[in-house]
């Protein structure tokens, strides 16, 4: 039988009865007495409210699904609301069976089909997003690698990337060891995989810096081979490399690898990091695509001089038992000696990929954040940024698209609305280039000016009407970015939501999207709201939220944690350097609480889930972690300012600690990371992406005389299994609490 088989109980006695009544039952008193008896046994066996709603909370704390879906089939009498809840939510977790059962064929059916093609690049890639796709369509993953024809696909494919890379065809290389890399991820061959993927990424990477040109060519012509429909046409704008390069030097470049060595949690290897800066030189030497950018690369004999040159530095550090910081300050500056006499690379350039090839032998989160990096990496730690206000994305036609003004910004005020077209900055046309150089065209300075050219359809001529073209011109502002949201907009500012999820069980929800400097704040300001509102359950949505500053993440924990360790750090020397606790300013320490996270929890997002879930699990507090693993991101960044004051560097000098002392981290081969949540419920890809849409749509406001998008869709539609059963597992305790039953396994 199917785990959703509905077990017999109370619903099955009330059918029987009412076939006997639509059948015509006798009603003479001596024959109803049976039927009386039958409803008075089904209401002594049925569980209480509070025994159901207990029993439901502590199948989920204990990641119990049969007795959960049981449960559902089972909910107490006399609570018609809580009752077609449970319903539902059963149907959609049996409708979700249905559908991976109809998906896994369809990729199945995919993959043999795309495996049957010529074996080209495309063909090979389209076959690994299926064979991704059963892997996690599957309850048994592991299995899936193990078959004859996902073997066979990993060996072509394999072979294949490697072709590619050798014939310098580093787009189809890069995306087949991408998605290798991603199919085989919990798989010993994992860290090869992982390998070859970052070392193509780090190629591509220069090319897109200095040669953007020659990476749309090999994207047009990866796309035509796709689907036969080239790209936009290729745009320059905001592709001049040398601005870029600037303020980039030595000091800068050997400051970094100083701290690198000297503060990583790992004490970096000053031999490894040497080499690894060595080793991207070397690439960048070897990449011919750079010639366009770098015409001395085309000179063979000019190129074996200067590779002569790298060869020599490496084999001296190889050789060198014993790596000083003078030894890496003499080693770059002959590289850039040599390239001045042979292939007179920029020494901003050579200085760029040098800095990035030592980073790399650190760890994925540690980088030098160069000058012209250092605007974007603000805006994600500060909540804000100096811009114009406005939320952009491409539309089908590649054109980029307003999703919508921010209210109260520059953008809102002039007039820009929702579905504009923006297709010229300052006079330059923008179709062609990449969402962030659009973004860098239109932010700058506090206080500047710049015009943006958008199209509209004109009014009154239907949804085909020509579209007209205007000019905004804007000054640019500071941007407050908005951390924490609600469930349903109820005004154009960035604060005003609807903050219940389920009004009428008064169960609250809140929507974390990263840690920055006023996250606590804003949240501190919706709890309150909803205090004031009678909340009686609260719904915390930390998925696909990467995390940010860590004292924020301490704050919020603190108003579910009264006392006790949040979070430790431990640092090098394996021995923990910092403990955050709680600071007696927990709010909502008796509040029924779920927390929901995912594989895009991360960081500051696993420290909250971490330590809700821990003192949640000791009965301190009424709390559940309901979802899926989270990321595994358990390392803290310092930043630190570079020489000159240019440029900073991230740097990974810590591991984060849950109060039990787990670490978070996701280690290479490592078997454990992250926050398992106390109830897995998965949720299917297609799941995901519909409800993302929906969300995304969800919290714009619409233009005028156009229809909002509806939140109360991700129920209707089973878009959401995971917020679905949070919001139940609170309707019940908040019910359980109306009817006078306050005790909460928690």
């Known amino acids: 039988m199917s785990m959703y088989t509905e077990r017999v109980g109370r619903g099955v006695v009330w059918s029987i009865l009412a076939g006997l009544l639509a059948c015509g039952a006798p009603t003479s008193s001596m024959a109803a007495e049976p039927q009386a008896d039958a409803v008075a046994v089904a209401a002594r066996n049925a569980p209480s409210l509070s025994e159901w709603a207990d029993r439901l909370w502590s199948s989920a704390k204990r990641d119990d699904t049969p007795t959960f879906l049981g449960l559902l089939a089972d909910p107490p009498a006399g609570h018609t609301s809580l009752s077609a809840s449970a319903s539902r939510l059963k149907s959609h977790f049996a409708a979700r069976e249905d559908d991976r059962a109809q998906r896994l064929e369809a990729a199945r059916t995919d993959m043999t089909k795309h495996m049957d093609e010529a074996p080209t690049a495309v063909s090979l890639s389209k076959a690994l ?13 592991a299995r899936v690698l193990d078959e004859p024809q996902v073997r ?14 050798a014939k310098g065809e580093w787009l189809s290389a890069s995306e087949l060891f991408i998605r290798l890399s991603l199919l085989m991820e919990e798989s010993p061959d994992a860290a090869r995989y992982k390998s070859d993927a970052q070392r193509l990424t780090h190629r591509l990477a220069m090319l897109r810096l200095y040669a953007p ?141 040098f800095g990035n090839g030592a980073m790399a032998a650190l760890d994925e989160f540690s980088a030098i954040i160069w000058p012209d990096e250092l605007a974007r990496f603000n805006k994600m730690t500060q909540g804000s940024f100096i811009g114009v206000g406005v939320q952009i994305e491409f539309d089908e036609a590649s054109y980029v698209r307003v999703v919508t003004p921010l209210d109260g910004t520059p953008a809102q005020r002039a007039g820009i609305a929702t579905d504009d077209r923006i297709v010229k900055v300052n ?109 009686r359950g609260l719904v915390v949505d930390l998925r696909f939220n990467p995390g940010g500053l860590l004292d924020q993440a301490v704050l919020l924990s603190q108003r579910f944690i009264d006392r006790g360790t949040i979070v430790m750090t431990r640092g090098a020397d394996n021995v923990i350097e910092e403990k955050k606790d709680g600071a007696g300013r927990a ?132 878009l959401d299994l995971q917020l679905e059963t949070a919001v139940l597992l609170l309707h019940a305790q908040a019910a359980s609490r109306e009817h006078g039953h306050a005790r909460l396994d928690r």
């Open 129 to 141: 997003v299926s064979a991704m796709e059963i892997y996690e369509l599957s309850k048994d993953p």
């Open 152 to 165: 066979e696909l990993v060996r072509r494919a394999d072979a294949a990337a490697r072709d590619a890379e």
């Open 213 to 353: 040109r020659r990476v749309w060519e090999m994207q047009n012509e990866r796309k035509m081979e796709a689907d036969g429909k080239p790209l936009p046409p290729y745009n320059a704008a905001g592709s001049d490399f040398r601005k870029k390069l600037e303020g980039i030097d030595v000091r800068m470049v050997v400051d970094a690898v100083n701290k690198s060595a000297r503060q990583h949690v790992k004490l970096g290897d000053m031999k490894a990091i040497l080499l690894s800066g060595i080793d991207s030189v070397r690439t960048m030497a070897t990449t011919g695509d750079l010639r366009e950018a770098f015409p001395g690369l085309a000179d063979g004999d000019m190129v074996s001089r200067f590779m002569a040159a790298v060869e020599r530095e490496r084999a001296a550090v190889v050789d060198d038992r014993a790596v000083t910081l003078a030894d890496v300050e003499g080693a770059v500056r002959r590289l850039l000696a040599a390239s001045a006499e042979s292939v007179k690379v920029l020494p901003g350039a050579l200085l760029h990929e």
């Open 427 to 535: 006079g330059t046309s923008i179709f062609g280039l990449s969402l962030d150089q659009v973004v860098d065209l239109i932010t700058g300075p506090q206080g500047t000016p710049v015009t943006l050219a958008v199209e509209r359809p004109a009014k009154g001529d239907g949804a085909d009407a020509p579209r007209q073209e205007l000019d905004f011109k804007l000054i640019r502002d500071r941007i407050a970015v908005a951390s924490v949201k609600g469930w349903r907009r109820e005004g154009p500012g960035e604060h005003e939501w609807g903050w219940f999820v389920d009004p009428e069980a008064k169960i609250g929800y809140v929507r974390v999207t990263q840690f920055t400097e006023d996250t606590t704040d804003e949240f501190d300001t919706a709890v309150d709201a909803m205090t004031r509102a009678g909340v």
């Open 587 to 718: 709010v909502l320490d008796k509040l029924p609480v779920v927390v929901l996270v995912n594989r895009g929890s991360a960081s500051a997002s696993e420290i909250v889930s971490g330590a809700v879930q821990h003192y949640g699990r000791r009965g301190d507090i009424p709390a559940v972690v309901l979802g899926q693993r989270s990321y595994g991101k358990g390392s803290v960044q310092k930043v630190w300012a570079l020489a000159g004051n240019r440029g900073m560097m991230k740097l990974t000098t810590q591991h984060y600690l849950l109060p039990d002392g787990r670490m978070i981290h996701r280690e290479p081969g490592a078997k454990v990371w992250g926050v398992d949540p106390d109830f897995a419920v998965e949720m299917l890809p297609k799941q995901i992406a519909e409800g993302l849409t929906l969300r995304k749509n969800a919290d714009v406001i619409p233009p005028a005389g156009a229809e909002a998008a509806d939140p109360d869709d991700t129920f209707r539609k089973n």
